[in-house]
């Protein structure tokens, strides 16, 4: 195991009840008993990133802390997947789900994996992705180049956030 550091997960619904499907899905990212929710941000609502028509998402990040390896990471949000409905391999790329984990940032680290990388590889293009993130964590830093995501065009882009926090 590593040391504990930082690690920023997305979060997007865009099926059923979106909202309680966040925060079961917060739940069951705290229940690892190596990784602990520090913070979650705000939920935020966007129109989906590309594939077939499709309803409007919710999105949010929450910030954990935690010495699990990228790998266990993966392997713990792939689970609460699973255990909110979720299929994977989709059955339409893109297309509407109850519940979408990516891992978009583990602090200091790049990994790159076939089917594994972090930061996530559009985080700085998808405002739906990367306001929450610095919700969370406003000091975080691309750890390719070391720039502030902050500094970021998509960073003061405009998104719809919800009441309900």
Known sequence: ?????RVVIGLGSSLGDRL???RAAIEGLGAHPGLEV????PRYESPPAGGPPQGDY???AVLVRTSLPARGILDHTLAVERSLGRTRPDAVRWGPRTIDLDVLW???EIVAEPDLEVPHPRL???VFALRPL????PDARDPRT?????SFPEASASIRRLDEV
């Open 134 to 137: 610095l919700d969370v964590a």
């Open 38 to 41: 520090l913070r979650a941000s």
């Open 124 to 126: 700085h293009q998808r």
């Open 146 to 150: 070391g720039a502030a995501y902050a």
């Open 1 to 5: 195991m590593d040391s504990p550091r």
């Open 20 to 22: 309680a499907t966040l």
């Open 106 to 108: 583990i602090e200091g």
């Open 58 to 60: 919710v999105n949010a």
